[in-house]
């Protein structure tokens, strides 16, 4: 009975792991402008992922890092997504957590890699200031020139953080 819940387990694991190859697959090939993502080394259940923030918004040349953990019942289960680069915005709490209704109670399997980037990317210039988790971001939301203005202070103070000694973003 053991053996049998072992195999199922393992076979569980290959599907899901199909399933990544043929997103990342997708992906690579799809063209979309501003996003990518690649497993991290060897490890198929965890991505490294960036987004460009959308031409037009107040993110608009800003490159953000994320890590995508997949769940052993993925796509059943939703993947998480958390920006690893500090993102100061109304749906994005200080640890990187994310809020947006498709990587919780709207999950479909039918969502992939690509979908998620793409959702987030768009989230950066039409946030929920309704149901903020960071809730002075979304009271300057409101007055864009302020809002631009505390978002960039908060980008070059986090890029001047994470810079190395020769100079370049470690997170980027």
Not at 17 to 33: D, F, N, P, V, Y
Not at 86 to 94: A, E, L, Q, S
Not at 138 to 161: F, G, I, S, T, V
Request: charged residues 25%; positive net charge; contains cysteine.
């Amino acid at each position: 009975m053991a053996q049998s819940a072992i195999e199922a387990s393992k076979t569980a694991a290959g599907n899901v792991t199909k399933r990544l190859q043929k997103e990342l697959r997708s992906l690579m090939m799809s063209g979309s402008s501003g996003i990518s993502a690649f497993p991290d080394g060897d490890n198929m259940f965890r991505w490294i992922g960036t987004i460009e923030g959308g031409k037009g918004t107040v993110y608009e040349g800003l490159k953000y890092k994320l890590s995508l953990t997949f769940p052993d019942h993925y796509p059943i289960e939703a993947m998480k997504v958390k920006f690893e680069t500090p993102c100061y915005h109304p749906n994005v709490d200080t640890n990187g957590n994310i809020c947006l209704d498709i990587l919780k109670e709207k999950w479909s399997a039918l969502y992939d890699v690509r979908t998620v980037l793409l959702s987030i990317q768009s989230l950066l210039g039409e946030p929920n200031i309704d149901s903020p988790l960071n809730a002075h971001a979304a009271d300057l939301w409101k007055n864009q020139d302020n809002y631009k203005k505390a978002l960039m202070d908060h980008y070059n103070r986090e890029a001047a953080r994470n810079t190395t000694s020769k100079g370049s973003i470690k997170y980027l």
